[in-house]
């Protein structure tokens, strides 16, 4: 079945560092790819997607692109700041019988200090 | 206002109780689902309603039921709740949009639900 994985966290990094958060996935076709961020006390909420290969996704700064042939969705910001400490989903939508459903990774924790 | 509501917003109740969680949204999507978040485990899908007559079952919808009351409510249900579905629940909607693509998901607040 679809299956995502993610990095392991927490990762805590200092205010301007750069940071990556690795995603890999399973699916059969071509999914479409998600980054979902969840701050404290908050529901999720979609950050960016890209739905086909080499499509990148970006907003406030971050960026994704779409590798089928690595299976791969990486988040990349290059300069990270408190307001980004949060929780950071990546998640799929296939195609086929599971038309409609995202299926997510287990979530990266990001803290940022000053 | 917020576009999904989820109440309550937290709950703590016993084991064998029956509960609701109730989520209404005002985007005028057509597609509603119900998952729950439990540390390092993601999100998991739990039922799942694409119009008001249409509803499936997720990835983990042993003891939960749902109900898609109109195309604006969708109400999860533990007929008898147990210490293991203590977890934050989640609604969310979507729209497949013109296209009919893959969509995105709109997520409410979140209940925290405890069970002693």
């Known amino acids: 079945g679809d299956s995502v994985t993610q990095m392991e966290g927490p990762v805590t990094l200092s205010e301007e560092a750069c940071l990556t958060i690795?995603?890999?996935?399973?699916?059969?076709?071509?999914?479409?790819l998600f980054w979902y961020v969840q701050y404290p006390g908050e529901g999720l909420q979609l950050l960016l997607k890209?739905?086909?290969?080499?499509d990148k996704g970006s907003n406030k700064g971050f960026e994704a692109t779409y590798r089928k042939e690595t299976t791969s969705f990486h988040l990349e910001k290059g300069s990270v700041q408190v307001s980004d400490s949060a929780v950071y989903f990546c998640?799929?939508?296939?195609?086929?019988?599971?038309?409609?459903?995202?299926?997510f990774g287990q979530g990266t924790i990001l803290t940022v200090h000053p | 206002d917020a576009d999904v509501t989820q109440t309550p917003r937290n709950r703590i109740t016993k084991t064998g109780k029956r509960i609701m969680l109730e989520c209404s949204q005002t985007?005028?999507?057509?597609?509603m689902y119900w998952y729950r978040q439990d540390p390092g485990l993601g999100l998991r899908l739990i039922y799942y309603?694409?119009?008001?007559?249409?509803?499936n079952k997720g990835e983990i919808s042993d003891g939960y039921s749902v109900s898609r009351q109109a195309q604006a409510k969708f109400s999860l249900s533990l007929e008898s709740a147990i210490p293991n579905q203590t977890a934050l629940y989640f609604c969310?909607?979507?729209?497949?949009?013109?296209?009919?693509?893959?969509?995105?998901?709109?997520f409410g607040p979140g209940t925290r639900l405890t069970v002693l």
């Open positions: 309603s694409f119009d008001v007559k249409d509803i």
């Open positions: 890209a739905t086909k290969a080499d």
């Open positions: 985007k005028g999507h057509d597609r």
């Open positions: 998640a799929l939508a296939a195609g086929g019988t599971s038309y409609g459903k995202l299926t």
């Open positions: 969310a909607t979507s729209d497949p949009g013109l296209a009919g693509g893959q969509d995105t998901q709109y």
């Open positions: 690795n995603c890999t996935y399973t699916a059969t076709g071509y999914p479409s």
